[in-house]
């Protein structure tokens, strides 16, 4: 195991929770009957010292039947942004050890442990951020320390947790306060007061976690105001509940103004950021980044440096603009408005799009007849082929698996790669290679990826390949019916009004907004959220029924993870 720390942190105290020498066994201090328990890690200390040490019990508690979540590393960086007012997130998250993906969304809580290099990481960033903002006298006049030890604590507390302390909680955090002017000794107790407690507040499991079912006082089967707050914040800016949230859960109001407060998180900058990661995860924008083109109209260097980024941009326009103009499922799948660069508007065949910044796009209408939606987008056929050529099989697999949420198996063994250098159109070397397993196992995945044959590999347009024009043609079997179409805009108009499409958005966005895999339960809330958005339901207000379902707000008589 690695060794403590021997800096100023190790405190020895009950507050500086996620010591990476801690025992990895859940633990913690005693806690008022309507105070919430959590699991932290014990600090194991390196100096003697008269401190309390925290009590420890001997089993591990949650905050009613939903468990707890645990930040991810978006929520830790735009938490502690919000929480202290940064002008730009700390980037500190970057070296964080990378969660293990449990399904299609890294929030899933499940995913979401305390490894313990993760709190030895926590720990450092706590001591950086701690840092800067005592470092920064305007960082510094905006948390108001000022104010009498025991106030700023419980102001700066309820910010951090999300909710009022108790006077245990306050109590403790006055023994962290203190021991800073000690530890520090920079001549200003206040300052190292400040300090030392950022510092212990941030590796909090009530700051790293927050609890999914806390009970509401007057009614145990919804969950409480603040948690409702969090719970909201968490899920519709990917960060803490803000004053004006933390207030009307304080005065008890939030409950009836939920549909107000919904609207203001949606319309922040932060509920764009939502929309954009929910987008990100669901169509695997990150993997943009990758992209490695060759081709006779553009060099490996320049494209894999701008392209890829400016592919990037524009889908979150794309989406952005979709959304917010109050779009649909159908609109995703079938818009010809988006933005563009030059370099992109080049690939497009769209003249005028020429900026005087690169990084600047400017909308324009695509051309009819070769485009619609996401799906031809330079970015999804550009990430969803090779270096050298397309790729038909990557291009329906993703529309089989995130479109249609039919699952496609891997290969079998032995399979080799698509041979290259062979004549013949792409589309009839895939058709031969993909005979070794019979013809079965393609005979809905090739059809569909055919369908974008018009497109290369950086995503522009080709009528003819190998001397040939090109056979975008097909037909395959989509919600029990035999379809028929001829290239991917006729295959988009299909798929935009099929219910199979609808439906798996619909779990897709569930599963994201409620943070974990879905179960059984959770069957009427998806197929309500389907039939919505078939019948043309914005993607917005698919959102607000997610969060002003009273589903939302129930305590569950389980953990769902479980």
């Known amino acids: 195991m690695a060794q403590c720390r021997t800096n100023a942190v190790v405190f020895g105290v009950a507050l500086l929770l996620a010591a990476s020498c801690g025992s990895k066994e859940p633990a913690g201090p005693s806690r008022a009957d309507?105070?919430?328990?959590?699991?932290?890690?014990?600090?194991?200390?390196?100096?003697?010292?008269?401190?309390?040490?925290?009590?420890?019990?001997?089993?591990?508690?949650?905050?009613?039947?939903?468990?707890?979540?645990?930040?991810t590393h978006l929520q830790w960086e735009l938490t502690v942004q919000d929480l202290f007012g940064l002008a730009e997130p700390t980037g500190l998250s970057d070296s964080f050890v990378p969660d293990p993906l449990m399904s299609s969304f890294d929030n899933d809580r499940v995913g979401l442990m305390l490894h313990p290099t993760l709190a030895q990481q926590y720990q450092v960033a706590a001591e950086e951020v701690?840092?800067?903002?005592?470092?920064?006298?305007?960082?510094?006049?905006?948390?108001?320390?000022?104010?009498?030890?025991?106030?700023?604590?419980r102001s700066f507390g309820e910010r951090a947790y999300r909710r009022p302390l108790s006077e245990l909680e306050v109590a403790e955090l006055a023994v962290l306060y203190d021991e800073g002017a000690t530890v520090f000794a920079s001549g200003d107790a206040q300052v190292d007061g400040v300090r030392a407690s950022i510092i212990g507040i941030l590796q909090s499991p009530h700051f790293l976690y927050r609890a999914v079912g806390t009970p509401h006082d007057s009614d145990p089967t919804r969950i409480s105001d603040h948690a409702l707050a969090t719970k909201l914040s968490y899920t519709l800016w990917n960060s803490s509940p803000d004053e004006v949230l933390l207030q009307s859960a304080a005065d008890g109001t939030l409950g009836s103004?939920?549909?107000?407060?919904?609207?203001?998180?949606?319309?922040h900058e932060r509920g764009h950021g939502?929309?954009?990661?929910?987008?990100?995860?669901?169509?695997?924008?990150?993997?943009?980044?990758?992209?490695?083109?060759?081709?006779e109209e553009v060099t490996t260097t320049d494209y894999s440096t701008t392209l890829p980024a400016a592919m990037e941009r524009e889908v979150y326009a794309f989406v952005d603009h979709a959304v917010y103009g109050g779009?649909?499922?159908?609109?995703?799948?079938?818009?010809?408005?988006?933005?563009?660069?030059?370099?992109?508007?080049?690939?497009?065949?769209?003249?005028?799009?020429?900026?005087?910044?690169?990084?600047?796009?400017?909308?324009?209408?695509?051309?009819?007849?070769?485009?619609?939606?996401?799906?031809?987008?330079?970015?999804?056929?550009?990430?969803?082929?090779?270096?050298?050529?397309?790729?038909?099989?990557?291009?329906?697999?993703?529309?089989?698996?995130?479109?249609?949420?039919?699952?496609?198996?891997?290969?079998?063994?032995?399979?080799?790669?698509?041979?290259?250098?062979?004549?013949?159109?792409?589309?009839?070397?895939?058709?031969?290679?993909?005979?070794?397993?019979?013809?079965?196992?393609?005979?809905?995945?090739?059809?569909?990826?055919?369908?974008?044959?018009?497109?290369?590999?950086?995503?522009?347009?080709?009528?003819?390949?190998?001397?040939?024009?090109?056979?975008?043609?097909?037909?395959?079997?989509?919600?029990?019916?035999?379809?028929?179409?001829?290239?991917?805009?006729?295959?988009?108009?299909?798929?935009?009004?099929?219910?199979?499409?609808?439906?798996?958005?619909?779990?897709?966005?569930?599963?994201?907004?409620?943070?974990?895999?879905?179960?059984?339960?959770?069957?009427?809330?998806?197929d309500a959220l389907a039939a919505a958005s078939l019948a043309g339901r914005p993607i917005l207000d698919l959102v607000r029924d997610i969060v002003t379902d009273p589903a939302f707000v129930a305590v569950p008589a389980s953990d769902p993870t479980e």
Request: charged letters at 20%; proline letters at 7%; glycine letters at 10%.
């Open 274 to 295: 939502m929309i954009a990661d929910f987008h990100r995860q669901w169509l695997h924008i990150d993997n943009y980044q990758s992209i490695y083109r060759i081709s």
């Open 257 to 267: 103004s939920v549909d107000v407060a919904v609207d203001r998180l949606l319309g």
């Open 130 to 153: 701690a840092t800067l903002v005592v470092s920064d006298a305007d960082l510094l006049a905006a948390l108001s320390p000022a104010l009498e030890r025991d106030a700023w604590l």
């Open 327 to 526: 779009g649909t499922v159908h609109t995703l799948l079938t818009s010809r408005t988006t933005f563009v660069n030059a370099r992109l508007g080049d690939i497009y065949g769209v003249t005028g799009a020429e900026t005087a910044d690169e990084k600047d796009l400017i909308q324009v209408e695509l051309p009819e007849g070769q485009r619609a939606g996401l799906l031809t987008l330079t970015g999804f056929l550009s990430s969803h082929a090779g270096k050298l050529e397309a790729n038909p099989i990557r291009r329906g697999g993703f529309v089989l698996d995130q479109l249609i949420c039919e699952p496609v198996p891997p290969p079998p063994s032995g399979v080799p790669p698509l041979p290259t250098g062979e004549s013949g159109t792409l589309r009839e070397r895939v058709e031969n290679h993909t005979t070794a397993c019979g013809g079965a196992c393609h005979e809905r995945l090739n059809p569909l990826g055919f369908s974008m044959g018009h497109y290369d590999q950086t995503g522009a347009w080709l009528d003819a390949e190998a001397g040939e024009p090109v056979d975008a043609s097909g037909t395959v079997y989509l919600g029990g019916v035999e379809r028929s179409f001829d290239g991917a805009v006729e295959l988009t108009t299909i798929l935009a009004d099929l219910p199979e499409v609808h439906h798996c958005y619909a779990s897709k966005l569930l599963s994201y907004v409620e943070g974990r895999q879905l179960t059984a339960a959770d069957t009427e809330r998806v």
């Open 34 to 71: 309507d105070v919430p328990v959590v699991p932290f890690l014990t600090p194991t200390p390196t100096t003697t010292t008269s401190t309390p040490q925290p009590t420890t019990p001997t089993t591990t508690e949650f905050v009613g039947a939903g468990g707890l979540a645990r930040l």
